[in-house]
């Protein structure tokens, strides 16, 4: 595995266990033609993407109710995935969403009693801060 520079294209606000979950949609950045797509709607006038962001929602809806082999898990009805439309999906949104994902994130890192909340309790975390660090960081939300 490794790292892909890439252009984010926008975001698809996914619904998953009743939770907002966004999907980050984006281009490899070495695509020959990345200058020309700039938005998840330009997909659509390129030969190589232009059935992809239909494939990407179907893939979103179905991708959990099969196994690993490709097999209708079961209750696989109550697994099929759901999307919010008429809500802004371009670049500038995705963009929006990362960097309010990456705060709530920096907040969790950095401070031991956030890192105690049940939800992240069993994650294992490189390092944590002083409890006094982790007061000033508390308040600070």
């Known amino acids: 595995m490794g790292v892909v520079k890439c252009k984010v294209l926008g975001v698809i606000q996914f619904v ?7 999907k980050i949609i984006g281009l490899d950045a070495d695509y020959p033609n990345c200058r020309e797509i700039n938005e998840i ?4 006038k390129t030969v190589s993407f ?3 962001e239909a494939e990407i929602l179907n893939w979103l809806k ?7 082999d490709g097999n209708k898990i079961k209750n696989h ?4 995935g759901k999307y919010i439309v008429d809500r802004p999906s ?7 969403v990362i960097k309010e994902c990456r705060k709530c994130y920096d907040r969790i ?3 031991a009693i956030q890192q105690q909340k049940e939800k992240y309790k069993k ?3 490189s390092s944590s801060m002083r409890k006094s660090e982790s007061m000033a960081s508390l308040n600070g939300m």
């Open 77 to 80: 009805e109550k697994k099929l």
């Open 123 to 125: 994650l294992n975390w």
């Open 90 to 96: 371009d670049s500038y949104e995705a963009r929006k």
């Open 16 to 22: 998953d266990g009743g939770e907002m979950d966004y």
């Open 109 to 111: 890192v950095n401070c």
């Open 50 to 52: 232009a059935t992809a």
């Open 41 to 44: 709607a330009d997909l659509k």
């Open 62 to 68: 179905y991708y959990k109710t099969v196994d690993n």
